[in-house]
């Protein structure tokens, strides 16, 4: 079961790869925290109540709902919908996340640590490198946060590929960060918003109240 | 011979039933369920008009085309009832047999001198490479699963158990159907209604065609069509069923099928050209998917 | 002036026949055969009785197919046409050579002469500069491979005392492979034409005439792959690594030649870079092949030995088959550009019937030969994937997407270069009167057709004849043949029911439409009546979408002024492009830049007075002295 | 020039006679003085001694001013002639007219190619041997559409040169629906016959085009017609709007395969053009406007029918219109495709919704405004980038628009007085003489101008035509380049302009 979520899991960054709205994006990140919760639910469920739910809390509530229905707000408020031109093409980056899904899995296969599990291993590298890839090729602020939170969810696997071995402290730290930093762009663009839209852009998006 | 038989006659209804279930859901009656069957029969009567900048390869490409096919299916097994052709490596031969028909189809096309037919050349030798991939490393998968290399075993000893065979099993419907909607040029990669010769992959090869020819190029589609409904339908039969009982389910599952095709192109709008092979190669990052699946399920990967 | 050729032609007819008297009997019995001329020792073992075989069809037919090309070039003096037949026959004889030497140094010495034969084949259009610059540029590249052999036999020496190809079992068995191996796969690859080292290839093959294109195509690379198998022949132990070392060079040679043929659009130079792809597909399955016998796996070894083998004659055949065919297309129209071709299968379609055969072959498809091989290829892939670990599993798992990768974008090269150049409507003047040529530059083509059709047909029977080939590479090969022979039986008998059904559906077509009325028309251009031939797709513009994807790889510019949004009414423009070749780019023209730029500087000294060259002479001298007296030397 | 507005009658004695030398530097110079300002029309016509005269329209939005000057070119004289186009390239089709029906040679027109007449018609040359602009170097392909399109569409070919997929330039040539309606208008016939053939000029604007003639006689005849009649033309205006916009959308969504889209937004056109054949007996409006007259008035219980057919439709359209504009797979195919620039849309003269998708205020209901819509509660919507998405959301934007208008006309109309026009009792006068009208009105389209001219007896000498689709072609040209050959058909739909319009 656990297997099929990972799988699932890695299938989001292929489509990530390929999305060109921004909302989609989001649906998709959306789709990514109920999976971690999902993956997160079966590994820890001898974990005691408390930290459990604070878990729960993280994956479903903060990863699955919280940011993603904030980005969506933050999309429709500021009226972006698209991804501006990428500096490389969907196809390139659809090429890329393959070949990093292929070269993160070669890898966790080669190091093949007593505590690591490959199947996370892979798909938490593949999201982490996805993030980065994300980051460098795409132009938009929103879109490097977006990036970001692949990162992040890359990050959240690790944690539990290594076993329960990595403190809860630092992804909560990390993902208190991640927040800090979604609300300080939500509040960012909300500011300057209107000065790098056109005012067309804002026109179209009639149709999104 | 089950397959086969299964093929030609679910490739009778298969377009109707697509065309059906479109115009039901943009709200008409639409066609009957023969009406292709009956285009088909009337082309076959007609006379023909071949083009003066074309050589013996535009009359011959049709033919070629269809007996590719044909021959395809005959190394389709249907379930645990073996296939009529089948040997070591028969998956190699399936792709290959279909490559054969492209090739012959975009020469055909080039031979006319034709812009919109160069187009549509163009178009179907680029997604069908891009396609390809997609369909081999499937087929690799299952031969590394069933640890046999020829459909007719692969599909006998292919039983699903456990929760991540069947989210293989489901990737792979999912990429199969997609295939068939590449190689047999629907949405979102083409559009086989709007007849706007500059938008097309398919239909635009064919633009002069005529004829008997036309009519083969027709029922060459369908069959095709037909013959990846059967090839899903394999998925979905268990071993322990008896025969009639299978054939039941492959009827529905292809009814199914060729429903969801045609909710799929009500409900959505195709593709720009240019995202076409991206959204192909997509398959194959999914079969790779597959592929690493089924690397779990033999315990060649231990997660 | 033929006449020389013609003799030639004999001498060399006489030569295939007395070499394959000799190596038939090997091939055979698998026994070794050798016989001494004074220090030389010839000797046919069973790789090379498939190699004698090999060569002498391949320079065969491409004389036979000389005979009639060089009419043309009845101009050329008999000074000239003897030296090209000699060379045709040197390169013939050394060809044979190389393949029956048993030590490093007399196959050096064979391979020099045969690089320098093939040298002069090149420089029979000399009276070309951009010939002369080619030919040049083809014996620096083949000098530097010739280098990394020398250095290999050095290595060899030092290591092991002895020059013979025994040593090399020796040292292989002492030492890291690689280090012997590396060298050698560096002058060898050179030949085949392995990735980097491919830079000779696609300016080589459309300078020289059409037979020798032919020949250097089809058989003289083969003579590097000979040598990569031969120095495998020793090798033994766990070579995996060097395995997926060779599979990768093959992978990337593959994929970068076949998608360099796509954008190309001088015909024998897209087939050049189709011989690079083929090269490319062999070194896959040598790679395949040293993988399944490091691990033991002897499905995985014969089916990749014997995937080489194959594909070393099939490709000989179709390649052989291209070139000529491609040579009749430039003696009727006198250009090579596809943009410049078209409608030529309503003007030669005899011609233009065999290419079409012979790319079908090289694309691989069924039911011709290309199709066998191919087959076998996927066959090792999809053992590898199924019979080893992961690591492995996953190597054999590129493997299969590379080669439908492959397979996908040989037929969008193909059928870019048969419907741009021969199909539709011809373009230019000279393709409109292009006129079919003679039989007898038809038969080679037609012969090796022949040839290549019964490999289709009876697989089995040429497995069997060069299975003392695989058994020498693979020792437990003979069970898994024997049951890989009923499959490719199988595929045989598939082949020949294809065309089988094709032909019956025609007739059933024929008897369907009998009835039915059948008119001639334009072809459909919207009722637009003025319709010309450039209302076609172009060599350039039938690759670009391809390009599009792959454009970090294969670098195409376009020149054009480009339109902006005041040109409304735009002034006339011209769109040319020029293609890249990355590598070639970045691996060989750095250094001849350098080289370049280190004698203009050095040219400072050439000042073209008699008495600065005297004092160079006495400074030179007076240098000598100085060192001499220093102890130095 | 001369100043003057939308349906003035001015005398042509008052419009002064120039030199060509003088004309060419006054239009130059009234063109600079505002970035608002365009030329509207520029025609010329034989006089009785076979000398060219000339007229030049120009309007200026900011200012609802039209600006008129004239040139006699002798018959005798010289026909070479710098042109205009070498400094405003929005000329062009003028000026390609000229020298088509009139042999005046444009000695620096950047683009002096046929505009209806086979190319070199004199020496026989069918209608296809056109100098199309083509890319040498052999590498460039071309595709060649039309005249018989897939589907049924009218006849127009367009030549593409492509590299690959890309479009790098696409050249229009049109013609194959020349019919001469110039020539037939001033041709001895009554006014009817003169009405109905303007109710033919294109099918898809009968009401837009009838109304400018109509309007034009009216002016001419020094009458008017009551509140209720402008009213009822307006609200027939606003109708064909919404009818051929919902029709265009449909087809959008027949062009990105969207059969969801197109089924239902087909299926809405046609209670909007049927509501005509109830008011008038025909689907397209033909026979409801006369010189004068409406033929049949918009009764209470078609007010009624009209309000419930507008209810129930926009019932049905809403939901579909915002599935329609939320759907990403729609979205991808309409946003950043086919890209007009505002500076392109200047250069080239775009106007109406063409040019009010790519940044233009151009709106002749608000600019230079008549009858009803002198009241401005009609509402113009302008949006920038220029794109398939901006000219497919203005037409959902004008449908809206439009819907809300047709509701105001209705209480207005209930209110409206029907006897205070002058024509009501004798609707066919004499024309005043030596005059000349400019009638402008805003169809679905664009502006389309009627130009009446009068002799000495009150005869019309010339009735010039200016489709919206003389200009807009060209955009459509523009938006093509440097994208897919694929979206040639959405780009095509989403200006759908008229081929008869502009062959007249």
């Known amino acids: 079961m656990v297997t099929i979520l990972i799988i699932l899991f890695v299938v989001t960054l292929v489509y990530v790869s390929m999305v060109d709205r921004l909302a989609t994006f989001v649906t998709l990140l959306g789709i990514q925290g109920v999976l971690l919760f999902g993956i997160a639910y079966m590994e820890l469920r001898d974990v005691d109540a408390l930290n459990l739910s604070f878990i729960l809390a993280e994956t479903l509530v903060f990863k699955g709902i919280v940011i993603p229905w904030f980005l969506q707000r933050t999309l429709r408020r500021n009226k972006l919908v698209k991804e501006a031109e990428p500096t490389v093409t969907h196809f390139t980056s659809l090429l890329f996340v393959t070949a990093i899904i292929l070269v993160s899995f070669l890898l966790a296969y080669t190091v093949h640590e007593e505590h690591l599990r490959i199947g996370y291993f892979t798909a938490s590298l593949s999201a982490l490198f996805t993030g980065l890839f994300i980051i460098m090729a795409r132009t938009k602020i929103i879109t490097h946060v977006m990036g970001y939170l692949l990162l992040e969810n890359g990050i959240f696997l690790l944690s539990l590929a290594v076993g329960n071995e990595m403190p809860l402290a630092v992804n909560t730290a990390i993902l208190l960060d991640l927040l800090t930093s979604v609300l300080l762009l939500a509040f960012l663009v909300d500011k300057v918003g209107e000065s790098f839209q056109t005012v067309d852009a804002s026109e179209l998006n009639e149709l999104n109240d | ?303 | 002036m033929r006449i020389s050729f013609i003799l030639a032609t004999m001498i060399s007819a006489a030569m295939a026949a007395l070499s394959i008297a000799w190596s038939v009997p090997v091939l055979v019995n698998g026994q070794a055969a050798s016989f001494a001329y004074g220090p030389l020792v010839f000797a046919i073992d069973p790789l090379t009785a498939f190699m004698v075989v090999l060569i002498n069809i391949g320079v065969l037919l491409g004389m036979v197919y000389g005979i009639s090309y060089l009419r043309p070039y009845a101009s050329k003096s008999f000074m000239e046409a003897l030296v090209h037949a000699v060379a045709m026959v040197t390169l013939h004889g050394s060809m044979l050579a190389v393949t029956m030497m048993r030590d490093m140094v007399s196959l050096l010495i064979m391979w020099e002469i045969m690089s320098m034969s093939s040298f002069l084949l090149v420089l029979f259009e000399g009276e070309k500069a951009r010939t002369r610059r080619v030919a040049l540029s083809y014996f620096i590249q083949m000098h530097i491979g010739a280098f990394f052999l020398l250095l290999a036999t050095m290595v060899l020496a030092g290591q092991t005392g002895s020059y013979t190809f025994e040593a090399m079992g020796l040292f292989y068995a002492q030492k890291p492979a690689w280090m012997l191996f590396l060298p050698l796969f560096l002058g060898f690859g050179m030949k085949a034409g392995f990735l980097p080292l491919h830079t000779w290839l696609p300016h080589a093959h459309p300078a020289a005439p059409s037979h020798v294109s032919g020949v250097m195509s089809g058989v003289m690379i083969k003579l590097g792959i000979y040598g990569i198998l031969r120095t495998i022949l020793f090798m033994h132990g766990d070579q995996s690594m060097l395995g997926v070392a060779i599979l990768s060079v093959g992978i990337i040679t593959g994929l970068y030649a076949i998608l360099q043929a796509i954008v190309r659009n001088d015909l024998k130079r897209l087939l050049a870079y189709s011989s690079v792809e083929n090269i490319g597909l062999l070194g896959i399955s040598i790679g395949m092949a040293v993988l399944g016998t490091s691990i033991h796996n002897d499905v995985i070894a014969t089916l990749g030995w014997t995937a080489v083998l194959l594909h070393m004659v099939h490709h000989m055949l179709f390649k052989v088959v291209l070139f000529q065919s491609a040579g009749n297309i430039y003696v009727a129209t006198h250009t090579r550009n596809l943009n410049e071709l078209g409608g030529l299968m309503r003007r030669m379609p005899k011609t233009i019937t065999v290419f079409v055969l012979g790319a079908l072959a090289i694309c691989g498809l069924p039911p011709l030969n290309g199709f066998v091989s191919e087959f076998l290829m996927y066959a090792a892939s999809i053992e590898g994937m199924k019979n080893s670990g992961a690591y492995f599993s996953i190597v054999n798992f590129f493997v299969l997407i590379t080669l439908c990768l492959i397979g996908g974008l040989a037929i969008i090269a193909f059928t870019k270069a048969i419907g741009v150049g021969m199909l539709g409507e011809p373009r230019t003047e000279p393709a409109r009167h292009a006129t079919e040529r003679s039989w007898f530059m038809r038969l080679p083509q037609q012969i090796a057709i022949g040839i290549m059709i019964v490999m289709a047909i009876v697989p089995q029977l040429m497995i069997a004849s060069i299975s003392a080939v695989i058994r020498s590479f693979s020792p437990n090969s003979d069970i898994v043949l024997a049951s890989l022979m009923p499959t490719m039986t199988s595929l045989g008998i598939f082949n020949a029911s294809l065309v089988g059904a094709v032909v019956v559906v025609l007739a059933l077509r024929k008897i369907a439409t009998r009835n039915a009325q059948r008119r001639e028309g334009p072809t459909w251009g919207c009722g637009f009546t003025e319709a010309d031939a450039r209302l076609q797709y172009t060599s350039t513009t039938y690759a670009d979408s391809t390009v599009q994807l792959i454009s970090p790889v294969v670098r195409v510019h376009a020149h054009m002024h480009a339109l902006n949004d005041a040109d409304v009414f735009p002034h006339a423009r011209t769109y040319t492009t020029d293609v890249v070749d990355v590598i070639e780019e970045s691996t060989i023209q750095p250094p001849i830049a350098g080289i370049n730029y280190a004698l203009r500087r050095l040219a400072v000294f050439h000042t073209g007075s008699m008495r600065t060259y005297i004092l160079y002479a006495f400074v030179f001298i007076i240098a000598i002295a100085v060192v001499t007296i220093m102890g130095v030397i | 020039m001369l100043s003057f507005s939308n349906l003035d009658v001015i005398s042509l004695d008052a419009i002064p006679v120039l030199s060509y030398g003088t004309f060419l530097t006054t239009v130059l110079d009234h063109m600079k003085a505002n970035d608002a300002r365009h030329c509207v029309n520029y025609m010329g016509y034989r006089l009785p001694n076979g000398d060219l005269e000339c007229f030049c329209v120009l309007a200026d939005d900011s200012t609802s001013q039209l600006f008129v000057a004239r040139y006699h070119l002798a018959a005798s004289g010289t026909m070479a002639l710098p042109s205009l186009s070498a400094h405003y390239r929005a000329f062009h089709i003028f000026e390609r007219v000229l020298w088509e029906n009139h042999g005046v040679q444009f000695t620096d027109h950047p683009w002096l190619k046929p505009v209806r007449y086979p190319h070199d018609a004199a020496h026989g040359a069918t209608i296809d041997s056109y100098p199309f602009f083509r890319i040498e170097g052999g590498e460039v392909h071309e595709v060649g559409v039309g005249p018989i399109h897939a589907g049924v569409i009218k006849p127009g070919h367009f030549r593409f040169q492509c590299t690959g997929e890309d479009v790098v330039h696409l050249e229009i040539k049109l013609g194959y629906q020349h019919r001469g309606i110039e020539r037939l208008m001033v041709h001895p016939s009554t006014m009817l016959q003169r009405t109905v053939l303007a109710e033919s000029i294109a099918g898809d604007t009968t009401i837009g085009h009838t109304w400018a003639f109509v309007n034009a006689m009216q002016a001419l005849m020094r009458g008017t017609v009551s509140d209720a009649v402008e009213i009822e033309r307006a609200i027939a205006l606003e109708l064909e709007r919404i009818a051929i916009h919902i029709g265009d959308l449909s087809a959008l969504n027949l062009d990105v395969a969207y059969q969801l889209g197109s089924a239902v937004l087909g299926a809405l056109r046609t209670p909007m053009i049927n509501f005509f054949q109830w008011w008038c007996g025909n689907r397209f409006g033909k026979g409801l406007l006369r010189v004068g007259q409406n033929r049949s008035s918009l009764t209470p219980a078609l007010q009624d029918q009209l309000v419930e057919t507008l209810d129930d439709m926009e019932r049905r359209y809403r939901p579909i219109a915002d599935t329609m504009f939320e759907l990403p797979s729609v979205l991808a195919r309409f946003e950043r495709t086919g890209i007009v620039t505002t500076e392109q849309a200047h250069i080239i003269g775009a106007v109406g919704m063409a040019a009010r998708s790519s940044g233009l205020r151009r709106d002749v209901r608000r600019s230079h405004p008549h009858g009803v819509y002198r009241a401005e509660d009609v509402q113009t919507h302008v949006l920038h980038s220029g794109d398939v998405m901006a000219r497919t959301y203005l037409r959902k934007l004008e449908i809206d628009a439009s819907i809300t208008y047709i509701r105001i006309l209705l209480d207005r109309l209930r209110t409206a007085s029907r006897d205070n026009g002058t024509l009501e009792d004798r609707p066919v006068r004499e024309l005043a003489p030596r005059s000349m009208v400019v009638s402008m009105v805003e169809g679905w389209r664009g502006e389309l101008v009627h130009t009446s001219i009068t002799d000495e007896h009150g005869a019309l000498v010339h009735h010039s035509v200016k489709d919206p689709s003389m200009h807009n072609w060209f955009a459509l040209a523009l938006s093509l380049r440097g994208n897919e050959i694929s979206d040639f058909p959405i780009c095509n739909k989403s200006y759908d302009l008229s081929y008869c319009g502009h062959d007249l």
């Open chain 2, 1 to 303: 011979m089950i397959s086969i038989a299964l093929i030609l006659l679910s490739s009778v209804f298969f377009i109707g039933i697509v065309n059906r279930t479109k115009s039901i859901a943009s709200g008409r009656i639409g066609p009957g369920l023969l009406q292709h069957l009956k285009d088909i029969v009337r082309l076959l009567k007609k006379g023909s008009v071949t083009s003066t900048s074309s050589s013996f390869i535009f009359q011959l490409a049709p033919t070629i085309s269809f007996v590719t096919v044909i021959v395809a299916c005959l190394f389709l097994p249907f379930g645990d009832q073996p296939s009529i052709l089948s040997f070591q490596y028969d998956v190699v031969v399936f792709a290959y047999l279909l490559a054969l028909g492209r090739f012959s189809m975009i020469l055909m096309a080039m031979d006319t001198a034709s812009p919109f037919e160069g187009m549509g050349a163009n178009r179907e030798a680029l997604y069908g490479m891009l396609v390809e991939p997609a369909f081999f490393v499937l087929a690799g998968s299952f031969a590394v699963l069933t640890g046999h290399t020829s459909l007719n075993e692969i599909f006998r000893d292919m039983h699903l158990g456990s929760g991540v065979s069947y989210l293989m099993a489901a990737f792979a419907v999912y990429v199969f159907l997609q295939i068939a909607m590449v190689e047999n040029s629907r949405l979102p990669v083409d559009d086989p209604k709007t007849h706007l010769e500059l938008t097309m992959v398919h239909e635009v090869i064919i633009l002069d065609n005529s004829g008997f020819d036309l009519g083969m190029i027709l029922a060459t589609t369908s069959i095709r069509f037909a013959m990846f409904g059967v090839l899903i339908s394999n998925f979905a039969l268990p071993p322990m069923v008896p025969l009639w009982g299978k054939i039941i389910i492959a009827i529905v599952v292809m009814a199914v099928f060729a429903v969801v095709v045609g909710l799929l192109e009500s409900f959505r709008a195709r593709n720009r050209m240019k995202r076409n092979p991206q959204f192909i190669f997509t398959l194959t990052s999914i079969a790779i998917l597959v592929f690493f699946t089924v690397l779990i399920l033999t315990n060649k990967l231990v997660l």
